[in-house]
């Protein structure tokens, strides 16, 4: 039961244009999403999160977008680096508990 | 600030062989987590300490895993015997509390484990 999913296995953009990485979830109870960042060969890092209660989160050159009533939100990044080229994965949380992670998207930022 | 200490890097292992992961949290973090990530999908919980108590260990395959966390600190991650399908990242995550919706993971590095 895939309660978080990230349709996009990869994502190709020119350096300095906008990337939009979406995540859709089914679980109506989560209030709280994070996306976190992965290099090879290293874990996770955080980058950004929202909570359920709000539809824009900012910081810097990342933005959060939630949309509830659609189940989905999206991390938009402008302008894109070569350094943003990672895997993005979407994680959502319930009441503070089980972080639950979808299947990543590979971003391919260009120079 | 150390950051979460996992080894060993890597593992290669024939199947029936056993195998432990060892992790070591932030200092201070009460929560500590293990995820198996396999190769093309996102981490996956198999359990979570609080302290040194399980939290949640329903996705743990504990006819073949095993884990501890001695003293609310380290941690140690056991497959007895494995199978070619426990190929994967082991990641060990840790966090200062667990009851806040807005704590973040901090993540280890992992261990690439291959069974072959």
């Known amino acids: 039961d895939q309660q978080v999913k990230q349709n996009s296995p990869s994502l190709s953009v020119q350096e300095g244009r906008i990337s939009i990485l979406n995540c859709d979830y089914t679980?109506?109870?989560?209030?709280?999403f994070l996306w976190y960042k992965k290099y090879p060969a290293e874990g996770p890092t955080f980058l950004i999160s929202i909570s359920s209660i709000k539809d824009k989160n900012e910081d810097g050159r990342f933005t959060v977008f939630l949309n509830k009533s659609a189940k989905h939100l999206s991390l938009h990044i402008v302008p894109s680096q070569p350094g943003d080229s990672a895997v993005y994965f979407c994680a959502a949380k319930t009441g503070g508990f089980k972080t639950i992670f979808g299947a990543g998207t590979r971003l391919f930022v260009k120079a | 600030e150390a950051g979460v200490a996992q080894s060993p890097r890597y593992k290669i292992i024939e199947k029936r062989q056993s195998v432990a992961f060892w992790c070591n949290p932030i200092s201070g973090h009460a929560t500590l987590y293990w995820y198996q990530q396999i190769l093309g999908q996102g981490p996956k919980l198999l359990i979570q300490?609080?302290?040194?108590?399980?939290?949640?260990d329903s996705q743990l395959p504990k006819d073949r895993f095993s884990a501890e966390r001695l003293k609310g600190v380290d941690s140690t991650l056991k497959i007895q015997p494995a199978k070619l399908e426990d190929s994967a990242v082991y990641l060990c995550a840790s966090s200062f509390t667990q009851g806040a919706s807005r704590e973040k993971l901090f993540f280890g590095s992992g261990t690439q484990l291959s069974v072959l």
């Open positions: 300490f609080q302290n040194n108590g399980v939290v949640d």
């Open positions: 679980n109506s109870m989560f209030d709280y």
